[in-house]
């Protein structure tokens, strides 16, 4: 490796989704969350694995390393958390008992701890958390120019900012603090649903389609006083985040009729319509703040990230609105994203470097953010013979055929090839696929491979050229992270469910794909092309040739409570252990046998969390 080449590597930790990234001369060269390798859902602790990871897919060591830097400033949100301590005190003991030791021990000696993790010896330099927000948003764009709108539940004071990207420059201009959080406000009542705050907020998006926003105006009426340009203010006496222990309290049960959903226990309208009622919220928040952005920029291209911009649904609408013309999201919108983000701010904002990759050509720079570890054929054939597996070596034409004739016939398939994802979604590296035109798929993939709720969606994936014919779209996306209506061309004549409310809804037929058929006509879309995953887009092609549909259901590679599969070992681990029919690893395509059928294990048995 050239020397003379300046090498950085970005660090996000110690909330949730903790990842590491690297650059070299200001390209993406690695980037990988933590969970991945320790198999810990969500896993907050230091990254070493995942800067382990990152020096070892460049080949070097990490005193070849230039800078290391910290997403955010400890030291600001050490001084946040003082100053909300103080200005409750003393209801908020409870939380100062629990969370101030960790601060004393950890967060607050953030650059010892990253030396004695990383063997890193010069200064470690620290990014604001919305600035590592805005560069993961800006920089990787197509766009030599765009306004930016960040949004999540807090970095050290600010919940969500706008600001504008030109060339190699950032400028924030607009800041909204906490307590005060679009983010912080989904979480709420991802909590008051009985879901897991930081991962069930997907839950959340996805029931809300089964409900009735008919709470929507008592929230606007007490909850949040949202003005015409998005600014808002949250009503704190409702919310219980700042000094207790729960994100809600008694008022905020009083004001809904109850006390906090039950988790695991049946869902009732009640939540449906709730869900329905916070996610029009979201979005009639995010639309106004939107439409400041482009007021003030005068910018036609929007860029994205934190959090919130992980709310396909949302981004759909803003794109559907015409206020830009173009929107990019950053596909590891979360914490995880803030890695990156780090180090890009400090390539182009602290060493001052102009922008090389992605806008020149229009395309982004994210590689398809397929950023993570891959696997060469001799290392999977190995673990398969470990693992006593039979398996028969295809090359890449007869894999495609064979899995897309396997997937038309009514398999579900394991797909493990390249390298792993960068955020949240699988996007056709470490993914399950299944038939969209089979009306059962939905629920047999949920109940007996995904062992999840019944009410979630699936994604569609669809060849990039021949996504206006099957979505009422002609936008590219490529990370799933835009809703698009099914094309009318498509859906059923006929849905007979006029008279149908919450879950009966999913029986009936919606269109030609009714497996990727939202019960609001939607599909959390991806886009696929040739020229970023090859082997994925021929399976497309293999499987429209057979059917006439060039579509296919694209969920994660894992089952509910375990991160997406990582290592060859992940992935025959989850396809053993679910009702999985096939295993298409690198080269090699593995059928289920009858005995291992009968060994597959759900997840209460093996041990598994249930969310």
């Given at each position: 490796m050239n020397s003379k080449k300046i090498k950085i590597i970005g660090v996000s930790a110690f909330y949730h989704d903790s990842a590491a990234a690297l650059l070299i001369d200001g390209e993406i060269i690695a980037a990988a969350q933590e969970e991945r390798f320790t198999r810990i859902k969500g896993d907050s602790s230091f990254p070493r694995n995942s800067v382990e990871y990152c020096l070892t897919e460049a080949g070097l060591k990490i005193g070849d390393i230039d800078h290391l830097v910290f997403y955010d400033k400890p030291i600001l949100k050490f001084e946040r958390l003082l100053e909300t301590y103080l200005a409750i005190a003393p209801s908020g003991y409870r939380s100062i008992v629990r969370g101030m030791p960790i601060w004393l021990k950890t967060k607050l000696w953030l650059e010892r701890i990253i030396t004695k993790e990383t063997g890193f010896e010069k200064?470690?330099?620290?990014?604001?958390?919305?600035?590592?927000?805005?560069?993961?948003?800006?920089?990787?764009?197509?766009?030599?120019?765009?306004?930016?709108?960040?949004?999540?539940?807090?970095?050290?004071?600010?919940?969500?900012?706008?600001?504008?990207?030109?060339?190699?420059?950032?400028?924030?201009?607009?800041?909204?603090?906490?307590?005060?959080?679009?983010?912080?406000?989904?979480?709420?009542?991802?909590?008051?649903?009985?879901?897991?705050?930081?991962?069930?907020?997907?839950?959340?998006?996805?029931?809300?389609?089964?409900?009735?926003?008919?709470?929507?105006?008592?929230?606007f009426d007490n909850l949040i006083d949202l003005k015409p340009d998005g600014s808002f203010r949250l009503n704190m006496e409702y919310f219980d985040y700042l000094g207790g222990l729960t994100m809600t309290n008694k008022r905020f049960d009083k004001l809904f009729d109850g006390a906090p959903h039950r988790p695991e226990t049946e869902l009732t309208q009640r939540e449906m319509d709730l869900a329905s009622s916070i996610q029009q919220v979201i979005e009639e928040a995010l639309l106004r703040l939107a439409k400041t952005a482009r007021k003030e920029t005068g910018e036609k291209n929007l860029c994205l990230?934190?959090?919130?911009?992980?709310?396909?649904?949302?981004?759909?609408?803003?794109l559907k609105s015409g206020l830009f013309e173009n929107i990019w999201i950053q596909p590891a919108s979360g914490d995880a994203g803030g890695a990156l983000g780090?180090?890009?701010?400090?390539?182009?904002?602290?060493?001052?470097?102009?922008?090389?990759?992605?806008?020149?050509?229009?395309k982004d720079s994210m590689r398809g953010s397929l950023l993570g570890p891959s696997f060469n054929d001799e290392k999977i054939v190995a673990t398969l013979k470990a693992k006593g597996i039979e398996f028969e070596r295809l090359d890449a034409s007869e894999l495609t055929r064979k899995v897309a004739a396997h997937i038309a016939g009514g398999a579900v398939v394991g797909w493990f090839q390249g390298r792993m994802e960068y955020g949240p979604r699988a996007l056709g590296a470490r993914s399950i696929l299944g038939d969209p035109r089979n009306s059962a798929m939905q629920s047999r993939m949920n109940l007996k491979i995904k062992y999840r709720e019944s009410f979630r969606p699936f994604a569609p994936v669809v060849k990039e050229d021949a996504v206006a014919d099957w979505f009422d779209t002609d936008r590219p996306s490529p990370y799933m992270l835009l809703v698009a209506d099914v094309a009318e061309s498509k859906l059923s004549k006929e849905p007979n469910d006029s008279a149908a409310v919450g879950f009966d809804l999913l029986k009936s037929i919606r269109s030609e794909i009714p497996a990727v058929t939202h019960?609001?006509?939607?599909?959390?879309?991806?886009?696929?092309?040739?020229?970023?995953?090859?082997?994925?887009?021929?399976?497309?092609?293999?499987?429209?040739?057979?059917?006439?549909?060039?579509?296919?259901?694209?969920?994660?590679?894992?089952?509910?409570?375990?991160?997406?599969?990582?290592?060859?070992?992940?992935?025959?681990?989850?396809?053993?252990?679910?009702?999985?029919?096939?295993?298409?690893?690198?080269?090699f395509l593995c059928a289920k046998t009858e005995s291992q059928r009968g060994a597959a294990r759900k997840p209460t048995e093996r041990g598994l969390p249930l969310d």
């Amino acid at each position: 490796m050239n020397s003379k080449k300046i090498k950085i590597i970005g660090v996000s930790a110690f909330y949730h989704d903790s990842a590491a990234a690297l650059l070299i001369d200001g390209e993406i060269i690695a980037a990988a969350q933590e969970e991945r390798f320790t198999r810990i859902k969500g896993d907050s602790s230091f990254p070493r694995n995942s800067v382990e990871y990152c020096l070892t897919e460049a080949g070097l060591k990490i005193g070849d390393i230039d800078h290391l830097v910290f997403y955010d400033k400890p030291i600001l949100k050490f001084e946040r958390l003082l100053e909300t301590y103080l200005a409750i005190a003393p209801s908020g003991y409870r939380s100062i008992v629990r969370g101030m030791p960790i601060w004393l021990k950890t967060k607050l000696w953030l650059e010892r701890i990253i030396t004695k993790e990383t063997g890193f010896e010069k200064s470690v330099l620290f990014a604001e958390h919305h600035e590592s927000h805005s560069a993961s948003a800006f920089y990787p764009s197509p766009f030599e120019s765009a306004a930016i709108l960040t949004v999540d539940g807090v970095g050290e004071w600010a919940t969500t900012c706008i600001g504008r990207g030109v060339g190699s420059e950032i400028e924030l201009t607009h800041q909204i603090n906490f307590p005060h959080s679009l983010g912080l406000l989904y979480s709420a009542f991802t909590y008051y649903l009985g879901f897991k705050v930081n991962s069930g907020e997907y839950k959340l998006m996805g029931l809300a389609p089964y409900g009735k926003s008919r709470y929507a105006q008592k929230i606007f009426d007490n909850l949040i006083d949202l003005k015409p340009d998005g600014s808002f203010r949250l009503n704190m006496e409702y919310f219980d985040y700042l000094g207790g222990l729960t994100m809600t309290n008694k008022r905020f049960d009083k004001l809904f009729d109850g006390a906090p959903h039950r988790p695991e226990t049946e869902l009732t309208q009640r939540e449906m319509d709730l869900a329905s009622s916070i996610q029009q919220v979201i979005e009639e928040a995010l639309l106004r703040l939107a439409k400041t952005a482009r007021k003030e920029t005068g910018e036609k291209n929007l860029c994205l990230a934190g959090g919130v911009a992980l709310n396909c649904v949302a981004n759909g609408k803003i794109l559907k609105s015409g206020l830009f013309e173009n929107i990019w999201i950053q596909p590891a919108s979360g914490d995880a994203g803030g890695a990156l983000g780090a180090a890009l701010a400090i390539w182009h904002r602290y060493l001052g470097k102009e922008r090389k990759f992605g806008q020149r050509d229009k395309k982004d720079s994210m590689r398809g953010s397929l950023l993570g570890p891959s696997f060469n054929d001799e290392k999977i054939v190995a673990t398969l013979k470990a693992k006593g597996i039979e398996f028969e070596r295809l090359d890449a034409s007869e894999l495609t055929r064979k899995v897309a004739a396997h997937i038309a016939g009514g398999a579900v398939v394991g797909w493990f090839q390249g390298r792993m994802e960068y955020g949240p979604r699988a996007l056709g590296a470490r993914s399950i696929l299944g038939d969209p035109r089979n009306s059962a798929m939905q629920s047999r993939m949920n109940l007996k491979i995904k062992y999840r709720e019944s009410f979630r969606p699936f994604a569609p994936v669809v060849k990039e050229d021949a996504v206006a014919d099957w979505f009422d779209t002609d936008r590219p996306s490529p990370y799933m992270l835009l809703v698009a209506d099914v094309a009318e061309s498509k859906l059923s004549k006929e849905p007979n469910d006029s008279a149908a409310v919450g879950f009966d809804l999913l029986k009936s037929i919606r269109s030609e794909i009714p497996a990727v058929t939202h019960v609001d006509n939607s599909a959390r879309l991806q886009t696929t092309t040739r020229a970023t995953n090859e082997l994925y887009y021929d399976l497309l092609s293999e499987f429209g040739k057979l059917t006439g549909c060039p579509v296919l259901i694209n969920t994660s590679f894992n089952v509910r409570g375990e991160p997406i599969v990582c290592t060859p070992e992940d992935a025959l681990e989850c396809f053993l252990n679910t009702e999985i029919d096939f295993l298409a690893i690198g080269s090699f395509l593995c059928a289920k046998t009858e005995s291992q059928r009968g060994a597959a294990r759900k997840p209460t048995e093996r041990g598994l969390p249930l969310d």
